[in-house]
Each structure stands twice: as C-alpha cells, then as structure tokens.
C-alpha cells in the first residue's frame, strides 16, 4: 500500500505473476485483490498532503476503468454492487494514511454507480459503510442520518440524529431520533421504538 505520498508518478507491479501498471498516476490507493483508487492530476504541498486532480477506480487484472476520474475524492465502496460514496465540489487532502476535506472545502458527499448514475444526490456531509446494513449518510444541513442498503437504495428519510453499528447477529442497531432512543433493523423498520432516554 501507499505509505507516504512523494511527488512523482505511481504505477503497481505483482510480485508474483509481474504485471505491471505503467507509473502514470499521481496516487495510487489499492482498495481490494481487482481494484484501486487514483489520481490524476494532484499537489503534493509543503505539509506532505497531496490535493486535486480527480480520482476514479481501475480494475487492475483488465487495466479498465471502473469508475472515471470524475470525483474530488473516493470513500466507501462495495465494489460487488458497484456503489461507492463519492466526493464533490471541494478540495480534499490525503496525505498515504489520513484522508479529509480542506478546512474551507465545500464539497458534499453522494453515493453512484459504475453506469455513472447518481443514487443520492451530492448533499451529505459524511458516508460510511456498515457492512451488515448498508450505507450510513449525514446530511449536510440538517446532520440527521438515513440509511440506504448496499445496491444504494434509500431505506430511510433522513430523520436520525445518530446510529450505531448494525449487529451481524440480528441487523439491528441502536439510533437516536429527535433525542430519544431506539433500534433501527436494516430493513428500515423501528424494531423498538423511540421512547428511550
């Protein structure tokens, strides 16, 4: 993996089979056995963190591109649905190890597809992944939360002030809403309701 981001050009080369990734890409990050993330285009600054450019995705066994270098920054993704959390309109930093947005960025957050589609809009402060529901996305104006699963269909509104983790055991998690809590399951359902303090 990167360790360290120095001016340059990055490629990838197998240890084992020698395939080679000609060194044409301003960063590179490997996201899994197939696929990385990379920029084209960024500075690296006096501080070590390299900013601009435009990342996108490549599948490094066919050398094709799976998502196009169209986005300021790449987050989560589940790459067997092809939905990734994508970031723009804002500066971004990344340094090999800490990644986030410049402190007067005003960039936002939206989740898309390999077709190029939009599932969400770019209005979200935040995306994460919870591996046993799906995607966890903050608005940026209201900071509320909703929940799209892992295809990036919506599940809910954006009407929580938090939620937790979801169990593998039961796919329930914790949540907050309107500063009461209660269970929120995967499938959108309130499992137990929000009457808690």
Same mark, same amino acid.
């Given at each position: 993996?990167?360790?360290? &981001?120095?001016?340059?050009?990055?490629? /990838?080369?197998?240890?084992?089979?020698?395939?080679?990734?000609?060194?044409?890409?301003?960063?590179?990050?490997?996201?899994?056995?197939?696929?990385?993330?990379?920029?084209?285009?960024? $500075?690296?600054?006096?501080?070590?963190? !390299?900013?601009?450019?435009?990342?996108?995705?490549?599948?490094?066994?066919?050398?094709?591109?799976?998502?196009?270098?169209?986005? @300021?920054? =790449?987050?989560?993704? %589940? *790459?067997?649905?092809?939905?990734?959390?994508?970031?723009?309109?804002? %500066?971004?930093?990344?340094?090999?190890?800490?990644?986030?947005?410049?402190?007067?960025?005003?960039?936002?957050?939206?989740?898309?597809?390999?077709?190029?589609?939009?599932?969400?809009?770019?209005?979200?402060?935040?995306?994460?992944?919870?591996? %046993?529901?799906?995607?966890?996305?903050?608005?940026? =104006?209201?900071?509320? !939360?909703?929940?799209? @699963?892992?295809?990036?269909?919506?599940?809910?509104?954006?009407?929580? @002030?938090? =939620?937790?983790?979801?169990?593998?055991?039961?796919?329930?998690? /914790?949540?907050? $809403?309107?500063?009461?809590?209660?269970?929120?399951? *995967?499938?959108?359902?309130?499992? &137990?309701?929000?009457?808690?303090?």
């Amino acid at each position: 993996g990167v360790t360290s &981001i120095t001016p340059g050009k990055w490629g /990838l080369l197998h240890y084992q089979s020698g395939l080679v990734i000609p060194a044409e890409f301003d960063a590179i990050i490997p996201y899994n056995d197939d696929l990385f993330y990379f920029n084209m285009g960024a $500075k690296v600054n006096a501080n070590g963190f !390299m900013s601009g450019g435009k990342w996108g995705i490549m599948n490094r066994k066919t050398k094709t591109l799976v998502l196009d270098p169209d986005y @300021d920054f =790449i987050g989560a993704g %589940n *790459s067997s649905s092809g939905v990734y959390a994508v970031y723009k309109g804002g %500066n971004y930093l990344y340094d090999g190890y800490v990644s986030m947005p410049d402190k007067n960025s005003k960039g936002r957050w939206g989740l898309v597809n390999t077709n190029k589609q939009s599932l969400s809009g770019f209005t979200f402060h935040s995306i994460r992944i919870d591996w %046993n529901a799906g995607f966890l996305l903050r608005d940026a =104006i209201s900071f509320k !939360m909703s929940l799209y @699963d892992l295809s990036g269909k919506k599940i809910t509104e954006p009407i929580y @002030d938090t =939620i937790q983790s979801f169990s593998s055991r039961d796919a329930m998690a /914790l949540a907050r $809403k309107q500063g009461k809590y209660g269970f929120l399951h *995967s499938s959108g359902k309130e499992s &137990i309701p929000f009457i808690y303090d």
